[in-house]
């Protein structure tokens, strides 16, 4: 039986994935994400998200292989993840009272029968407006290094997000609407009812 690959490290993308009832194993791509500024996040994503799966796919040929990547985008600017607390200070400042755009590019693979998809969503977030201390306080709460937009959409993100429109799971890290219909041609069905 085909087994799914996951080819990330990200803990939000592993629980939305076991959430919704999938069966995975994890490999890491031993790639290093691009951060080109001069790629649009569509790009940027879809470049990203291809890698991290042919990097991976290439040892399991038999097997599907899922890989994502996903980036926060201001007014057609890109916003990745903070270098430290201060910066992602500035980048909340930045979101505050603005509409951004969460991008993220699903790459599956099944080299075996030399079959591949690739597929973008975007959500629109509307951030509330944000002073400082409601900043340093949501800070306190996450880690905001390992995000994109250095904000997390579960656990505390209703104090910062006032409304998403679209997949709130794309948000997250992974739209499963769509992967889980694009798993289903390819054979990847989930093993249990999703929580």
């Known amino acids: 039986m085909t087994e799914l690959i996951l080819a990330s490290g990200s803990p939000r993308r592993k629980e939305l994935l076991r959430s919704a009832g999938f069966d995975f ?3 890491l791509p031993s790639i290093a994400e691009r ?20 990097t991976v796919a290439r040892f399991c040929p038999d097997e599907v292989v899922i890989a994502a990547d996903t980036v926060v985008a201001l007014n057609g600017s890109v916003i990745g993840k903070p270098r ?20 993220s590019s699903v790459f599956v693979a099944h080299l075996a029968r030399a ?3 690739l597929f973008c969503e975007v959500s629109h977030v509307h951030f509330r407006t944000l002073g400082p201390p409601q900043i340093r306080e949501y800070l306190a709460k996450i880690d905001p290094l390992d995000k994109a937009g250095a904000y997390a959409a579960q656990g505390h993100g209703s104090e910062i997000i006032e409304q998403i429109e679209g997949s709130y799971s794309n948000v997250v890290g992974l739209p499963m609407e769509e992967t889980t219909v694009v798993l289903r041609q390819f054979g990847i069905r989930p093993a249990r009812l999703p929580n």
């Open 25 to 27: 194993a994890v490999r």
């Open 84 to 103: 430290d607390v201060e910066h992602a200070v500035r980048i909340l400042e930045r979101l505050g009272g603005q509409t951004h755009q969460v991008y």
């Open 35 to 54: 951060t080109d500024a001069h790629l649009t996040a569509r790009e940027l994503t879809s470049w990203n998200a291809v890698r991290k799966g042919l």
């Open 115 to 117: 079959r591949v998809r």
